[in-house]
């Protein structure tokens, strides 16, 4: 079975440009997470979808951050415009279910971006 | 305050031994869950044990086993004999019922198996 597919799996970019990452969860999964990663912060959530809504954005930086879940089976994070200080990783997430605690979630490979 | 901590930044195990990684949380939810998640040098985050907060007996798959003390707040994972693949950084994570799906994660143990 695939696991959740993230891409591209290494953005390199200069400040200003705007930057997307794409997400494709489990297939049956109901809940999507995206984190970033980096040295200083560690793991921190940014946002999660539940059936393609929003339910938790508060991680998100700025305005500059943005994500969409058009349907069950895509979603998007876009960064607009990118500066250095967003250069980590970000992964995707899914889950059946996000709100049953026992429910593991599962990560993609995660997305390199580095802004220059 | 902090809510998952793990108070040892690396470790170093010999080969074919046990270890223990140390994990921490504070929470006032009654109903949560521990997860345990490796991630090695390609980067990747693998899932590897839960443990529910109501939950009586403490979670093992293969070698993997939590030691979960409840009272003391603590959820150690304890890898059984070590193997060289097992060389990586270790994360702690909870969820709260009341936050709903998120995970919070610890700041990781960099676990170095030697021959």
């Known amino acids: 079975d695939a696991g959740v597919i993230q891409s591209p799996r290494h953005e390199v970019t200069e400040m200003g440009q705007e930057v997307t990452l794409r997400c494709k969860p489990i297939?049956?999964?109901?809940?999507l997470f995206w984190y970033r990663q980096t040295m200083m912060r560690g793991l921190e959530l940014l946002i999660y979808?539940?059936?393609?809504?929003?339910?938790?954005d508060s991680g998100m930086p700025e305005d500059r951050f943005s994500a969409k879940m058009p349907n069950a089976s895509f979603s998007t994070l876009k960064i607009q415009p990118s500066e250095p200080r967003d250069s980590a990783v970000y992964f995707c997430?899914?889950?059946?279910?996000?709100?049953?605690?026992?429910?593991?979630?599962?990560f993609g490979p995660g997305t390199r971006l580095t802004v220059l | 305050a902090q809510k998952i901590t793990q108070t040892q930044p690396g470790m170093f195990v010999q080969e074919k031994e046990a270890v223990t990684l140390d994990c921490t949380y504070d929470?006032?939810?009654?109903?949560?869950?521990l997860f345990w998640y490796k991630q090695p040098s390609s980067g990747e985050m693998i899932f590897l044990i839960y443990?529910?907060?109501?939950?009586?007996q403490n979670a093992t798959e293969g070698r993997y086993s939590l030691n979960f003390q409840k009272a003391r707040k603590s959820a150690n994972l304890v890898i059984s004999a070590s193997q060289l693949g097992d060389s990586a950084m270790y994360f702690c994570?909870?969820?709260?019922?009341?936050?709903?799906?998120?995970?919070?994660f610890g700041q990781g143990t960099e676990l170095s198996v030697k021959p």
């Open positions: 997430a899914s889950t059946p279910s996000g709100n049953r605690g026992t429910d593991t979630q599962y």
């Open positions: 297939s049956g999964h109901n809940s």
């Open positions: 979808f539940n059936n393609n809504v929003p339910i938790d």
């Open positions: 929470t006032s939810d009654p109903s949560y869950g």
């Open positions: 443990q529910g907060s109501y939950d009586q």
């Open positions: 994570a909870m969820r709260e019922r009341n936050q709903g799906g998120k995970l919070i």
